[in-house]
């Protein structure tokens, strides 16, 4: 499943889901297309989209690697980004009627297993990242939706854990040679800024999201607290702040319209038989929160 954050204003797409059949591992449900859930609480299949990644042959990814293809959401819920069904290619659509761009250097040839796709909050860039493929990995890229073109391509080793507030940077994770980690702010303007941050920031569980100055990193684990790290001068920017009211796993961070930061809570599982997302605006200067979205998706073959 790939979701949005809250939207803003008319109908907007709230999560992406290619419904599975295979209980706690992934197994698409026969013949069944991805699904968009919809701020006005309907449902609309989406069969333009691939639903099986491919190897670069486009053939069916060998069955270690069997998921689905890459899918995102930006935001605001206005543009949807994924693999064509009919012939490989990676594809920006605007919601749900606008401008289609097809991304010249992407789908066909290059295969899409390991793919993840990842749109900023307003839709203008796109980040491609394959870190998953271990040694076969490529570089990342940063693309304008707008023209297809790509921006800038990352350093290879680097993994991309999302965009800042204003979608202009892209924050990314790298493993160094002694077994610690650091961050850095990739701009599409090729500048940016690493740091090698206390380890606790980037263990795993803890999320993070980049504001829009391209160097202030929000920081949270579970919804026990959240706090800021200033990357360029390598200190904390002020105390932590207890998270109030959200229940349920804390699932990521992210921006929503008018850089407005956003956590997701899950609840439930395969042997509930539902997951509910429950998106909260969160400020971190003082841990506040506020719900603004709720929907439920069970698994299985719709009904």
């Not at 920006?92 to 899409?112: D, I, M, S």
């Amino acid at each position: 499943m790939t979701v949005a954050l809250a939207g803003r204003g008319g109908v907007w797409v709230r999560a992406a889901d290619l419904p599975n059949c295979g209980g706690d591992y992934f197994m698409p449900c026969k013949g069944q297309p991805w699904r968009l859930y919809l701020s006005n609480g309907k449902k609309v299949k989406f069969p333009d989209a691939a639903r099986y990644a491919t190897r670069a042959d486009g053939s069916p990814a060998k069955a270690e690697e069997d998921s689905p293809a890459p899918f995102a959401v930006s935001g605001d819920g206005r543009s949807l980004a994924y693999v064509r069904a009919r012939d490989g290619r990676v594809v920006v659509r605007a919601w749900p009627r606008g401008r289609r761009t097809v991304l010249p250097a992407l789908g066909r040839a290059t295969g899409t297993a390991f793919m993840t796709l990842d749109l900023s909050a307003d839709g203008r860039h796109l980040s491609v990242d394959y870190s998953g493929a271990g040694r076969k990995r490529r570089p990342g890229l940063l693309v304008d939706t707008a023209t297809g073109a790509t921006v800038r391509t990352l350093p290879k080793g680097d993994r991309l854990l999302g965009f800042s507030a204003d979608g202009d940077e892209v924050l990314a994770e790298r493993a160094l040679s002694d077994n610690t980690t650091s961050l850095i702010a990739h701009a599409a303007d090729g500048s940016e800024v690493a740091a090698q941050p206390p380890q606790e920031l980037v263990v795993t569980g803890v999320r993070l999201a980049l504001e829009a100055d391209g160097r202030t990193v929000v920081t949270a684990k579970d919804f026990t607290g959240v706090r800021r790290y200033d990357l360029a001068g390598q200190r904390w920017t002020g105390p932590a702040r207890r998270i109030v009211a959200p229940r349920g796993e804390l699932a990521g961070l992210g921006w929503g319209p008018g850089g407005r930061l956003e956590a997701v809570a899950m609840k439930g599982s395969d042997e509930d038989g539902y997951f509910t997302t429950v998106v909260y605006s969160l400020d971190p200067a003082t841990g506040r929160t506020k719900k603004l979205d709720q929907w439920t998706i069970r698994p299985g073959v719709p009904r």
